[in-house]
């Protein structure tokens, strides 16, 4: 983002280089939030595995107790 502060300043000659470079940013966001996401769905699946161990566990507790 440095560099395209210094494009800005030099006004209308720089304009495609600067679009190149906010779209550049673009896609590098892009990927960052795709992994994410893949982040995030593998951390939800872990916690819904042992949400439900802990279900499983509770019910035979139960059990154990009647």
Known sequence: ???????FQQVDAT???RK????EQRKQL??????MQ?????L???IAVYEQVVVEEE???????N
């Open 15 to 17: 304009i495609e280089a």
């Open 44 to 46: 939800n699946y872990k």
């Open 20 to 23: 190149e470079l906010l779209t």
């Open 1 to 7: 983002m440095i560099e395209y502060v210094e494009l």
């Open 38 to 42: 893949k982040t995030l769905e593998r």
């Open 30 to 35: 892009i990927a960052r939030m795709e992994d």
């Open 59 to 65: 019910k035979e507790l139960k059990k154990l107790e």
